[in-house]
């Protein structure tokens, strides 16, 4: 989604907020702008497309000050063209907006001046703020009468004429960084954005703003007091957001899950003693529900982890995409446990079904990868996935550290509810911590995956079909083929697809099915066997066992290293996810940044 980056300092800004446009580029954009005071003077230039384009546009005319914002777009109202991109400009205001005004509309018409040069919500922004201006208000009051009008979700830049070295900044809804440099200070939508400039950061809460000068922040809340907010320090620093040798981030991230999944494991699994203790301040015991919200991968994690919830600790598992939550009226008791599930923490959808379940008295936990994220600040309970940051738009390491975190969390929901025996708990526990080395041993079959790929990259449509635990990952896996290549594809649990989606099925239609050899092996096959023998090509992602006992029907099969099938649906995650990024390859798709796509979600 839109990204925002601001430097208000005391050397030249233009060369760094491009650079930090570009570490935001991993969100998802289609055009990029940015605007200067440049001796006091609103200068700005703007670019469709990609940021290159931006650059080019900077060196004809190159403009540069002191203090300057700029912006990615994610195109919500008006389409991704040069007009539409921020910053936007009026009378002597420019700013740069991530969210959506809801009642722009009405404001607009509520104007004097209501003459709009865009299609956006935002412009409406730097009308109000100019006309509070021009009704005598000094900057600061402005800024705030303006708050005060919007409804929706924001997060804005606002730099004004004539108003030396100052951006003004508000966030409700949508993210928003304050960086502390040395006689500079910085803003950012995350902390990806200022990894160049700064480690220190303050994370705006809910409804504040503030004003940023080269040597000092005032932070005000929702009702204008001045507050404080706490500093953090950012671990990590630039070289987290590097490729590497690999051609994408996507590729990198698929081969770093062995030591991803390996450091979520730390966190929830205890290896010499073989048991996994309850994080603090969770009690299984104390709930008899647990509603489970997500959105896109993070709500197929979710979905698996509702078998080993029920399987192993008995205890109810209600998933839910986090869109339709709140909006359904569901039933919630004191007795349940929410917990959202997402890597970056700051999905609106999910992060309003939180706040949802907040105020309706339930007890919330937050599974996420940015430690610092709202859903973390705001759930009573923060658990960490620690996959480390994740660029490529197509979510991987953060999915298997999710299934990694939630599966440990039903071992130890087991251990505490007293359901499960010390036996199981310690073959449970033992199979988790082989993950790592079987996901390594399955990133081997990477060549062979690769020209599985070449084929169904000639294909219009794919189907992927699983039973039990792997139903989700075979939407999931659809989900990776989808917004990588662009190849339409569905998941299916295999038993459905003669209620209707089979008639689809003719010759050459590649069916990825994904059958470890488990209780439900026999029943997957059987359906694999009805589609083959209507002319589908299967591509079957099995064990050993499996593929010995599978027949012939398959035109390929992946043979993924044996696991316990507790962590099987883990293991299997790579094939698909090794499938989708080769079939992207071959098509030669913007892997990384796929079209229409963003990384973090930030409206609803
Ligand atoms: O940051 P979140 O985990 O909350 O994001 C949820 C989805 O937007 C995300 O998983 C999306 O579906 C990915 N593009 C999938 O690869």
């Not at 190159?62 to 912006?71: L, P, S, V």
């Not at 900057?139 to 303006?146: I, L, N, R």
């Amino acid at each position: 989604m839109c990204g925002i980056i601001g430097i208000a300092g005391r050397s030249t800004v233009t060369e760094r907020l491009v650079e930090g446009l570009k570490r935001l580029e991993y969100r998802g954009y289609d055009s990029s702008g940015i605007a200067i005071l440049d001796g006091g003077e609103l200068k700005r230039e703007r670019a469709e497309g990609k940021i290159k384009s931006l650059e080019a546009k900077l060196k004809d005319g190159m403009i540069d000050g002191h203090t300057g914002i700029a912006h990615t777009r994610w195109a919500t109202h008006g389409v991704p063209n040069e007009t539409n991109a921020h910053p936007h400009f009026f009378g002597r205001v420019g700013v740069v907006h991530n969210g959506i005004i809801e009642n722009f509309l009405e404001l607009r018409a509520s104007l004097p001046d209501n003459h709009f040069r865009t299609e956006t919500d935002t412009e409406v922004v730097a009308h109000l703020i100019d006309d509070a201006l021009t009704r005598g208000l000094d900057s600061k009051a402005a800024f705030q009468d303006c708050l005060k009008k919007l409804r929706g979700a924001y997060a804005f830049g606002v730099i004004i004429d004539g108003v030396k070295d100052q951006i003004f900044c508000a966030r409700a809804g949508s993210p928003l960084a304050i960086g502390i440099g040395d006689d500079e200070m910085y803003l950012g939508s995350d902390a990806m954005a200022l990894a160049q400039l700064t480690n220190r950061l303050i994370y705006l809460e809910e409804g504040d703003w503030a004003i940023l000068s080269p040597d000092s922040v005032d932070i005000f809340d929702k009702s204008g007091a001045s507050v404080t907010r706490a500093e953090t320090i950012i671990s990590g620093g630039p070289a987290m957001a590097e490729k590497g040798n690999y051609r994408h981030f996507m590729l990198k991230e698929i081969y770093e899950q062995p030591e991803t999944v390996g450091r979520t494991l730390a966190n929830y699994v205890d290896e010499f003693n073989l048991t996994a203790d309850l994080p603090e301040g969770l009690n299984f015991s104390e709930y008899d529900r647990i509603v489970i919200i997500a959105c896109g991968t993070a709500c197929y994690a979710a979905m698996v982890a509702k078998y080993w919830f029920e399987q192993l600790a008995g205890i109810a598992v209600d998933v839910d995409v986090a869109s339709e939550f709140r909006y359904r009226q569901p039933v919630l008791s004191p007795k349940s446990l929410f917990i959202a599930v997402s890597q970056s923490g700051e999905t609106a959808d999910t992060l309003a079904a939180l706040r949802y379940c907040k105020d309706h008295g339930v007890r919330t936990a937050a599974l996420v990868n940015v430690m610092t994220s709202t859903m973390a600040r705001e759930a009573d309970i923060a658990l960490p996935i620690n996959a480390g940051p994740e660029i490529g738009v197509a979510s991987t390491k953060a999915f298997t550290s999710q299934l990694t975190a939630l599966a440990s969390l039903a071992l130890s929901a087991a251990k505490s509810r007293k359901d499960l025996s010390r036996d199981a708990e310690i073959r449970l526990a033992r199979a988790l911590i082989k993950t790592p080395r079987k996901i390594k041993e399955a990133l081997e079959l990477d060549a062979q995956v690769e020209q599985i790929a070449f084929e169904l990259s000639k294909s219009r449509s794919a189907f992927y079909l699983g039973r039990g635990s792997q139903v989700p990952i075979a939407l999931e896996g659809a989900l990776k083929l989808k917004e990588i290549s662009y190849i339409h594809a569905e998941g299916y649990a295999a038993g459905e697809l003669k209620h209707g989606p089979i008639a689809l099925i003719e010759d050459g239609t590649p069916v990825i099915v994904i059958a470890p050899y488990d209780p439900l092996f026999e029943k997957t096959i059987s359906n694999l066997q009805e589609v083959a023998s209507r002319g589908a090509r299967i591509i079957l992602i099995t064990d050993d066992i499996g593929a010995k006992s599978a027949g012939n029907m398959a035109s390929e099969t992946i043979v993924v290293p044996s696991s316990d099938s507790f962590v099987a649906p883990i293991i299997m995650s790579i094939a698909i996810q090794l499938l989708a990024y080769h079939t992207a390859v071959h098509l030669g798709t913007d892997v990384d940044q796929p079209r229409n796509l963003a990384k973090s979600v930030t409206v609803e």
